[in-house]
């Protein structure tokens, strides 16, 4: 998968989403990776919410870590991915534990994301962005933004059903 390239000039258009959303969106964006935060398009769970806030292989470790560091204070009591994990961990530690140890999805992580004390977590990722005035006959065209594409899914889910 090939990196967007993005006008000069564009402006991003920032959506604050919980962090399981985040991952989503990132896991979206390419393959998922193991042992690293990002590298090109591929992501590990964590890396995935780095890359939908718009951070890439330059400064990916130090700023998805500040914006996982929320996940560094809550606790679960035991990994979810066997019944032989019985440590008690920070939710950050789980996610890269059940990513990196039991290879379990991003899209799995974030779901199990939603059902700790870390649910309410969010960030703000890159939606879109917004066109200099110019780039086409009418400024402020939107680059298509994760919403759309989701429900672009949606919708081509809906036609191929019927």
């Not at 994990?85 to 939603?114: K, P």
Request: glycine share 8%; hydrophobic share 40%; with cysteine.
């Amino acid at each position: 998968m090939s990196k967007r390239k993005i006008p000069a000039g564009a402006t991003p258009i920032k959506l604050r989403v919980s962090f399981p959303e985040a991952m989503r969106a990132g896991a979206r964006l390419g393959r998922k990776l193991n042992g690293s935060y990002i590298a090109g398009n591929s992501s590990c769970a964590l890396g995935a919410v780095g890359l939908a806030m718009g951070f890439g292989d330059n400064n990916s470790n130090e700023d998805t870590g500040i914006a996982a560091a929320r996940l560094n204070k809550r606790y679960v009591e035991k990994c979810p991915g066997t019944a032989t994990c019985h440590e008690g961990y920070t939710v950050q530690s789980t996610v890269i534990h059940l990513n990196d140890n039991h290879r379990w999805s991003r899209e799995r992580i974030a779901d199990w994301l939603e059902t700790t004390a870390a649910h309410d977590a969010t960030v703000e990722i890159i939606a879109g962005y917004e066109l200099p005035e110019g780039y086409f006959p009418k400024p402020a065209i939107i680059i298509e933004s994760v919403a759309d594409v989701i429900a672009r899914s949606r919708d081509l889910a809906a036609v191929i059903k019927e």
